[in-house]
């Protein structure tokens, strides 16, 4: 332990993180007391002004009339439920594989998904739009969640690394008792690795929610927006209203700024654990 | 049935049918369109007509020989500077924030707080915040007492747009990087820490000889993803920007997006694709090189 005593350099530290902390708060600040604005208001008073109520809705009623930002959320709800539980199945299903079985062809589809992450996915998106096309998935909900339910290198690096952990006796036991090898699968492997998945759920959610690209392209359709896209036309009608403009923020901002001070914890372990290997 | 199978033959079967569709979805939407890529980039395809003209290398000479396209690439540059300005930042929190400190939790739930914000979002959010007459961060510097520079056009001004656009990315990423290098902190053995305090080192001497050198194999991983980061940048330019002002703030991956879906150009903008995929390699292997060079780990 240091002394108690101040000192220079814990001074330094303190007022940096507190320029940090300011910085990440100040664009988010600046949305939330415009959000809560009226029209006059918000033309009369300087942007960095508190408003003068915090219960005047009128915004956020606005923004999601004229928005659709209902559909936005039924619709990006959809996808995320559907891709979600399909990608957990392909992923576990992936990770049992190459975790408990050897066969030749193990590090060449190791290597396979590995290769697949540096080759830049916006760029083949020209090449996966005739596939998308030629699937008859173009403008459908389909799309997206077809998209997004192939397993991806991180995911299974974190599944096989809690597959590492559950010691095979377990499988033995089970195949001493006549269990098949499905079945030690789907009653001891899948269930043991609820953890992983959690974290891997609320990931996989943000990255889902906060996906711009992918709905843009693949579903142009008004009625298919979701959150990102509705966002964008919004802003397009309605340039000028910065207050309107904001209200939309705050409100697509929510879900996941709450989901992560709740979960915070998980989601630090999961991009840690993801990451570093 | 399944369970009165041996064992070897549940083997068999397992392995096929649990990779059947995973592999189907890898091959058909990473490989197979990654090779389509390589063959869209030798026709000059329209992208909707039945036949695609074999034109060989043409679209490549077009990108190489068109400045352009190549021009481009410089307002990619602003992201790498920043990402490297980013990395710096988020090493030296990560450092403080790995040590004893009042608050450190709380410093790092907040600065890590923009990560999972959606892009888009924060894309207009900062698009209100760099607004020229409106915008917080003028007001913000009036207030300040930099009325020199309250009047500034973030956005507008063909210098600074790219890297007005980058900080919001360093803004956005800072933390993400932050928690990734706390847990390659924390992954260094305490007692190497120790044995140096004992040996009589400084903090400063801590931090050259021994914090460092083990977050190696980390910060190399980073600035790997910041240079191909840099290179693939596509969002915030297209939702913030739209490329302006005339097209200075246009990133490499936008122009492909636009030569392909509005200009109707699959061949060259397959071809533009090839290439940045070589770039990312070059930087792969670059790296490997100096990474082997450097000594294990």
């Given amino acids: ?277 | 049935m399944f369970g009165t199978m041996s064992y070897n033959k549940q083997k068999t079967i397992i392995i096929v049918s649990f990779l059947t569709i995973p592999l189907l979805l890898l091959g058909l939407f990473t490989y197979y369109p990654a090779i389509k890529l390589v063959y869209y980039s030798f026709t000059n395809w329209d992208g909707y007509s039945p036949e695609k003209p074999w034109v060989g290398l043409a679209n490549y000479r077009e990108v190489f020989s068109n400045p352009d396209i190549f021009k481009v690439f410089q307002h990619n540059f602003a992201y790498f500077v920043m990402g490297v300005v980013q990395n710096i930042i988020a090493i030296y929190f990560a450092v403080i924030l790995s040590n004893r400190l009042r608050g450190r939790n709380f410093f790092r739930i907040l600065l890590f707080l923009p990560y999972i914000m959606n892009g888009v979002a924060v894309a207009f959010m900062f698009g209100y915040v760099f607004d020229t007459t409106n915008g917080s961060l003028n007001l913000l510097l009036g207030t300040l007492g930099l009325s020199g520079l309250a009047d500034t056009s973030w956005l507008g001004t063909e210098g600074l747009v790219n890297y007005s656009l980058a900080s919001t990315g360093l803004w956005r990423f800072m933390g993400y990087n932050m928690v990734i290098y706390i847990a390659s902190l924390q992954a260094i053995p305490r007692d190497i820490f120790e044995a140096a305090k004992i040996d009589g080192a400084g903090s400063m001497q801590t931090l050259w000889r021994i914090t460092l050198p083990n977050m190696k194999p980390v910060i190399q991983l980073n600035l790997f993803l910041t240079v191909t980061g840099a290179l693939e940048v596509f969002d915030l330019p297209f939702v913030l920007t739209k490329g302006g002002p005339a097209g200075a703030s246009q990133t490499y991956v936008q122009r492909v997006v636009e030569t392909a879906f509005a200009f109707n150009n699959y061949g060259l903008a397959s071809a533009m694709s090839i290439i940045l995929l070589f770039f990312v390699v070059f930087v792969l292997l670059i790296q490997q090189l100096v990474l082997s060079r450097g000594g294990n780990k």
């Fill in chain 1, 1 to 277: 332990m240091r002394q108690s005593k101040f000192r220079v350099i814990d001074i330094i530290k303190y007022v940096s993180l507190l320029i940090g902390v300011f910085v990440v708060l100040f664009p988010p600040y600046v949305v939330i007391v415009n959000a809560f604005k009226s029209t006059e208001e918000f033309n009369g008073s300087s942007s960095m002004a508190m408003p003068q109520s915090f219960f005047n809705f009128d915004n956020f009623m606005i923004v999601f009339k004229r928005g659709h930002l209902l559909s936005g959320f039924s619709n990006i709800l959809i996808i995320i439920v559907v891709a979600l539980a399909l990608n957990i199945l392909f992923g576990t299903m992936v990770a049992y594989v190459l975790g408990r079985f050897s066969f030749k062809l193990k590090p060449v589809i190791f290597g396979a998904y590995l290769v697949a992450t540096i080759i830049p996915s916006i760029t083949t998106q020209v090449a996966t739009f005739g596939i998308i096309k030629s699937m008859g998935l173009y403008n459908t909900l389909g799309a997206p969640i077809i998209l997004y339910i192939g397993a991806d290198v991180i995911q299974i690096i974190l599944y096989l690394q809690f597959i590492r952990n559950i010691p095979v006796d377990l499988d033995e036991s089970a195949m001493v008792e006549g269990a098949s090898l499905f079945k030690i699968y789907r009653s001891i492997i899948f269930p043991l690795l609820t953890p992983a998945t959690a974290t891997l759920v609320i990931l996989k959610t943000i990255s889902i929610y906060n996906d711009m690209y992918i709905p843009y392209l693949y579903m142009p359709k008004q009625s298919l927006g979701v959150v990102t896209t509705v966002l964008m036309r919004f802003q397009g009608v309605n340039t000028a209203d910065w207050n309107l403009i904001c209200a939309a923020i705050l409100v697509i901002l929510l879900p996941t700024v709450i989901l992560y001070f709740f979960l915070q914890r998980y989601i630090f372990e999961g991009v840690t654990s993801g990451a570093v290997k």
